[in-house]
């Protein structure tokens, strides 16, 4: 028990120093806590890359937020780990959203792909049927990650996380991805 209450006072005096802009402070907290923090978030989400990016923003977030807390409300741990909880389960919904949402427009499209075209772009369906030839004739990675970036609204870093492929990887995809698809579509540009 004195153990305990030692380090939640150490922890304490670390938080108020992190406050304070003292990195040294910051990299012993860190040094205290991350396994469990990372842990925790593993166990969440189910997948190590997001969870380094849960654990990053919860760092950032000490940093901007340790003069927050205090000390009578929980003990300085407990305050990181409810941190990284909810940065977790946050990031876990935006996920399970993403997903809906990316199925919802998938679906809608499918069962009545002209109706869409027709109402907000114009398209004739001889139009629509060489776009939606274009689109899938492109090789699986490539297609995948547009559809992702333009249907589903994702961002380059959310769709590296979702496919688990480098960043540089995706970006490189949706480049060769674009590229033939104006080049098969050069008659409507």
């Not at 396994?35 to 978030?41: E, G, H, K, Q, Y």
């Not at 760092?59 to 941190?83: E, M, S």
């Not at 792909?113 to 689109?135: D, K």
């Not at 590296?160 to 960043?167: F, I, M, Q, R």
């Amino acid at each position: 028990m004195w153990e305990r209450q030692t380090s939640d006072e150490s922890q304490a005096q670390l938080l108020q120093r992190i406050a304070a802009q003292d990195r040294q402070a910051l990299t012993e907290f860190y040094e205290q806590t991350v396994t469990v923090l990372f842990s925790t978030a593993v166990r969440i989400l189910g997948d190590a890359h997001e969870a380094e990016e849960v654990v990053q923003d919860v760092f950032v977030q000490i940093w901007n937020k340790a003069a927050t807390f205090d000390a009578a409300l929980g003990a300085p741990f407990h305050w990181a780990l409810g941190i990284a909880r909810n940065r977790a389960i946050d990031r876990l919904r935006a996920r399970q959203r993403r997903g809906r949402m990316l199925e919802e427009v998938t679906q809608e499209t499918e069962a009545n792909p002209a109706a869409h075209a027709h109402h907000e772009f114009g398209l004739s369906e001889e139009e629509l049927a060489n776009i939606r030839s274009a689109v899938k004739n492109l090789p699986t990675d490539q297609r995948q990650a547009i559809e992702l970036a333009f249907f589903g609204g994702l961002t380059h870093a959310e769709i590296a996380t979702e496919l688990k492929e480098p960043l540089g990887t995706v970006k490189a995809r949706i480049r060769r991805g674009m590229l033939k698809l104006k080049e098969n579509l050069q008659a409507y540009t």
